[in-house]
């Protein structure tokens, strides 16, 4: 069964320190690979996508994740946090190979919080 | 463009108390998806539509869980009877179109259920 797993469930940094939150996923075929991010009271949006191709994708606010295919990971980073970026962050996996049902599966999230 | 709009978004309700959520997917989604979130975890699949058809629902606990997506739009999604353990983020989530090629997925804010 597909399961993604989260490094570290709640992360504190100050502004300007450079973040890397962990994920790791278990399928064995192909996958698109996703980050969603949820502010405080708002809903879940998604920050960036991979579906193929180069590996480094970049989202919104100055985001971006590497998908390695040979560790099964897909780490997001952003050099420079601020403290608009304190939020519960998703990663989320979905196999697209044949006869995959497509479900998206979810981490169970990592809780960021950015000292001013 | 609208998102998903969901509704109550908020309810508190007793134990064995029958429960209903709304959803209102973005126009144009055929894909319709409900999800559970427990505290401090990540969303769980519950059902998922393509258009009025139901093509996962093997994580909805169908004794007391039902759900509909009558013209392929709006969809409800009922608890009867509601139990302590029910009480989570019942969250909504719309996609363009179904098929191998997977795509980003638009959430709703949820309701937050809770079960006394």
């Known amino acids: 069964a597909q399961s993604v797993s989260q490094h570290n469930h709640h992360v504190i940094l100050s502004e300007a320190a450079s973040l890397e939150l962990g994920c790791n996923y278990s399928y064995g075929g192909t996958v698109n690979l996703f980050w969603y991010v949820q502010y405080p009271g708002q809903h879940l949006q998604l920050l960036l996508k991979y579906f193929s191709g180069d590996p480094l994708v970049k989202g919104i606010k100055g985001f971006e994740a590497e998908f390695i295919k040979s560790k099964f990971s897909f780490n997001l980073r952003k050099p420079s946090v601020q403290w608009s970026d304190t939020a519960e962050y998703f990663c989320a996996v979905v196999g697209v190979t044949s006869g995959n049902t497509g479900k998206l599966i979810f981490g169970q999230g990592t809780t960021l919080q950015v000292k001013p | 463009e609208a998102g998903v709009v969901q509704s109550p978004r908020y309810k508190i309700i007793e134990k064995k108390q029958p429960v209903a959520f709304w959803c209102n997917p973005i126009?144009?989604?055929?894909?319709l998806y409900w999800y559970l979130q427990n505290l401090g975890q990540g969303p769980e699949l519950l059902i998922r539509y393509e258009n009025e058809e139901a093509v996962d629902d093997s994580q909805l606990p169908k004794d007391r869980f039902s759900a509909e997506r009558l013209k392929g739009v709006d969809s409800t999604l009922k608890i009867q009877p509601a139990e302590l353990g029910d009480s989570a983020v019942y969250l909504c989530?719309?996609?363009?179109?179904?098929?191998?090629?997977?795509?980003?997925?638009?959430f709703g804010p949820g309701t937050r259920l809770t079960v006394l």
């Open positions: 989530a719309s996609s363009p179109r179904s098929g191998r090629v997977y795509n980003e997925q638009f």
């Open positions: 126009s144009g989604h055929n894909t």
